[in-house]
């Protein structure tokens, strides 16, 4: 079964850096997309960036783009997301999700990958606290 699995998450202080690491089962990641999103207490879960595919493009929200950087790794089944330059407004509960259709399929496009409504499976979660 599809399976995605949430690591890297911790307390880092405002301008260091994380790693978060999103590791993937049941599927072929090579032909899905996978979206990093988060949500913060008492607000709705909002895109971070989304890694398609085949072509792999990336895309990102304005609040993170030129600090964070998504990456794939197909042979380890592995999406990262490396973050640096945080700030407090970036502690969040981090996710990663992908669609249940193949990259033909999915819907994922540059102004519509930030759509939760697309991803059909979702990980856990893990916790980014970043302090002032």
């Known amino acids: 079964q599809v399976q995605l699995v949430e690591s890297g998450g911790s307390l880092v202080q405002s301008g260091g850096s994380l790693r978060l690491a999103c590791a993937t089962s049941?599927?072929?990641?090579?032909?899905?997309?996978i979206g990093w999103f988060r949500q913060a207490p008492g607000k709705e879960r909002e895109g971070v960036g989304c890694?398609?595919?085949?072509?792999?493009?990336?895309y990102y929200a304005d609040s993170v783009k030129g600090r964070f950087t998504i990456s794939r790794d197909n042979a380890k089944n592995t999406v990262y997301l490396q973050m640096n330059s945080l700030k407090p407004e970036d502690t969040a509960v981090y996710y990663c999700?992908?669609?249940?259709?193949?990259?033909?399929?999915?819907?994922?496009?540059?102004?519509?990958?930030?759509?939760?409504?697309?991803?059909?499976?979702w990980g856990q979660g893990t916790q980014v606290t970043v302090s002032s």
């Open positions: 890694t398609s595919a085949p072509e792999i493009d990336t």
């Open positions: 999700a992908t669609p249940r259709g193949r990259s033909d399929q999915d819907g994922i496009a540059p102004t519509t990958w930030s759509f939760t409504s697309l991803y059909d499976y």
């Open positions: 049941g599927f072929t990641l090579d032909d899905y997309a």
